[in-house]
């Protein structure tokens, strides 16, 4: 029977000729409004993963759904509420952009048309949805890249999860390649330094840099996630790119929650010691996201700024995520072709 191709609701793609290959960006997800009605299916599906909380299934449900869900969707409204812009949720918006861009550049670098499209892990559109269009449009090889340079198997890893069981539902699923991560891309780490050169041009420099990274329980570390290496990589190689040493460039980790022991230092106790020691201006970047978001634009451009205020500091200065900078589109686009290799779609024309 002859494969037809539905182009609907794929924007100035209905004209468009079919497509063989195509790019899935994942990134994590975000409620559809910032109110606590939208983020509590969002918080029940993210937590709900068992490679975010691993837990034994009944006690975690018994904990997520008869505690946390009945009281955290409203504080995480609220602080969704603090980001929210006219056009939506800054990390669907900043992802959005990003793929758009990277379209461009990947139309202009390839030898056929390539598709690009972006998933959210959590939250719509899902990556079920989005490979099921694609193989709807025709693709045969498909290249996932989740947006999380370091890897872990709280985020990557749950990527490859969601893939992998929509895999398991097609009859014909297509080629397929996983980018499990780019923490020590030198592309990537040149548009890192690049980015905080360029802010520290226009807004001057701090008396240091502090990387926040998301963290993850140290459990998860002792059981074989490479996360931590990884993040470590990344500072290092920050450091030898910016010519600081351990003491003007500092690693911290963020968004830990419960109690047991996660990834430490962690980054509110680190703004605070450093106001409290006599720094006065301090200058933050997280590198462990592609886009910025609420961990970002919230926890630490205000919760920790106010943090660093209250404990003596003057001014903790956020340094933007990447986003859909010339540097991201560029460093993207060089490992989107180098997994690519051998594709013919991807062979420079």
Not at 37 to 49: I, K, M, Q, T
Not at 91 to 102: F, I, P, T, Y
Not at 108 to 127: C, E
Not at 172 to 180: A, C, D, H, T
Request: a negative charge.
């Amino acid at each position: 029977m002859p494969r037809s191709h539905d182009y609907t609701g794929l924007a100035g793609a209905s004209h468009d000729p079919p497509v063989q290959a195509a790019v899935l960006l994942v990134n994590l997800g975000t409620p559809e409004a910032p109110t606590a009605s939208a983020v509590r299916p969002y918080l029940a599906e993210f937590l709900g993963d068992h490679r975010v909380i691993d837990y034994p299934r009944w006690l975690w449900w018994l904990i997520l759904h008869g505690v946390i869900l009945r009281v955290r969707p409203s504080r995480s409204a609220h602080a969704y509420q603090r980001i929210w812009t006219a056009q939506g949720s800054p990390l669907r918006v900043g992802s959005e952009a990003l793929a758009a861009r990277l379209q461009e550049a990947l139309t202009q670098q390839s030898a056929a048309p390539v598709r690009v499209a972006l998933a959210m892990r959590y939250g719509q559109p899902s990556v079920q949805q989005q490979v099921e269009q694609l193989q709807r449009e025709g693709v045969r090889r498909l290249l996932v890249l989740p947006l999380y340079p370091q890897y872990s198997a709280t985020s990557t890893g749950s990527v490859i999860d969601a893939v992998a069981d929509t895999m398991k539902s097609l009859r014909w699923p297509p080629e397929l390649r996983i980018v499990n991560d780019y923490h020590d891309d030198a592309a990537h780490i040149e548009a890192l330094a690049r980015s905080i050169e360029q802010w520290w041009a226009s807004h001057g420099r701090g008396e240091k840099l502090l990387l926040s990274f998301h963290g993850i329980p140290e459990r998860y570390v002792r059981a074989g996630d490479p996360y931590l290496d990884q993040c470590q990589v990344t500072a290092h190689a920050l450091r030898q790119r910016l010519q600081l040493d351990e003491s003007q460039l500092l690693v911290s980790f963020q968004s830990r929650v419960g109690r047991e022991q996660w990834l430490q230092p962690y980054t509110d106790a680190t703004v605070r010691e450093l106001a409290a020691s006599g720094i006065k201006k301090l200058d933050v970047a997280c590198p462990g996201f592609a886009v910025d978001c609420l961990e970002t634009l919230e926890e630490i451009a205000m919760q920790n700024h106010e943090f660093f205020r209250e404990a003596g500091g003057e001014a903790l200065r956020y340094i933007p995520a990447l986003n859909d900078s010339p540097g991201q589109i560029e460093s993207l686009t060089t490992l989107v072709l180098r997994h690519a290799g051998g594709w013919p779609e991807f062979a420079r024309p």
